[in-house]
């Protein structure tokens, strides 16, 4: 069963310097789970966006490496609460319910969540993945995976370096994360094509399009 709560980075300011390498930190996991690398091989198959929305952005470095990596035209939106440091300049700051709550519908538009959902509880995604299916083509998501391998595996991450920030909150994703099917089941019925899998040694992911 998942299990929510609060994470370090979240409450400390955005230049607070622990806050600074933890990002950092989560550069490097970002790199040693593979994401970029499991967000591209969903998104190759979905031929059909020229918009890909980043909803918790973050400094904007992973969304950005996808795209290049994507190699073809798209145009990308970054959306966080906040602005942090290295942030691209034209993040939109805004809370992200309310941003996708607020889209009108968008034709060839894809949602783009990494590390990023298991922040929310089950009746608040069941609520974002409603909104979404009603505005945009695609959904993309890569999430902490909820196994005791994971939570076994965090005793390593001081070997790279991750400060006790990134520490305690990579242990509470990992609780908060998924299994299963436990997203494919919070989206609305319809006619979406849905993909949900392990993926890598700590992962899940979604793949949901219209």
């Known amino acids: 069963m998942r299990v ?16 600074q390498q933890s990002r950092r930190d989560l550069r490097k996991l970002n790199w040693i789970m593979r994401h970029r690398r499991h967000m591209v091989r969903m998104m190759r198959d979905a ?26 035209p798209c145009r990308l939106v970054f959306v966080d609460q906040r602005r942090v440091p290295g942030a691209p300049p034209d993040v939109i700051v805004s809370d992200v319910m309310a941003f996708v709550r607020g889209l009108e519908q968008r034709p060839n538009t894809a949602l783009m969540a990494n590390l990023f959902l298991h922040h ?15 505005k945009v083509d695609w959904f993309f998501a890569c999430e902490p ?65 219209r």
């Open 145 to 209: 995976r909820r196994s005791e391998l994971s939570l076994i595996a965090i005793r390593l991450l001081p070997l790279i370096g991750c400060n006790a920030v990134t520490r305690h909150d990579a242990a509470a994703s990992i609780r908060a994360g998924f299994l299963g099917n436990e997203l494919t089941r919070l989206w609305p019925t319809g006619s979406w094509r849905l993909q949900e899998s392990e993926c890598g040694f700590a992962s899940h992911r979604l793949m949901a399009s």
């Open 120 to 134: 929310f509880t089950d009746e608040a995604l069941r609520e974002l993945f409603l909104e979404a299916s009603q």
């Open 47 to 72: 031929t059909g966006f020229d918009t890909l929305i980043d909803l918790g952005t973050g400094d904007g470095q992973f969304a950005l490496s996808v795209v290049q990596s994507l190699n073809r």
């Open 4 to 19: 929510l709560e609060a994470e370090l980075l979240d409450a400390l300011p955005a230049t607070d310097e622990r806050a």
